[in-house]
């Protein structure tokens, strides 16, 4: 069973993804999440980085919908959703091997000068493409960076991921990772 905090975090993320407000997540939501990363980060589709966040996200959609449509209709409903993602990433294995490296190719894209960190501006606009409101992201930012350094590094923003997915401490800081929850 998924604390209170652990649904919220996973409405959220469901509501991100489903950007069109179908009341589903699918495949083309991902897509249109992809282009909408590319589009505010200026990265043309056929970039390495683009080619590589297009592999990754086609892995995480198929990771899905093997773990989590339990109708096999193609598409994820908030239902399936909370309980797919409670058993396959918040109790089970699946986050390494499924979601990680999506979320690395996201946020490799946003490290725009491939320096291994990510800028406040750089945050802002990967968290934009997410659709997280714009008075949050600087919140969200800000408890993420706890050495206060004006920077996120790749591997800190994998621990926020992390413990924003799946995680149940309620302190932490990736629980911030989109604003408030």
Sequence with gaps: MATEMQLRKLDKAFSHLDADGSGYVEQQDLNNLGVRLLANFGVVHDAPKAQR???DFGT???ELAKALDVDHDRRLSPQEWREGMTSAFVHG???DRSFRPG???VLRLADTDDDGRVSRD????????F???VGEINLAFDKLDSDEDGYLSIEELMVGVRQFYIGADETAPGNWFFGNV
């Design 103 to 105: 979320a690395l190719a």
């Design 93 to 95: 294995d699946a986050f």
């Design 122 to 129: 750089e945050f802002a606009t990967m968290q934009r493409a």
């Design 53 to 55: 966040l297009a592999e």
């Design 131 to 133: 659709g997280t409101p």
């Design 60 to 62: 995480f959609w198929q």
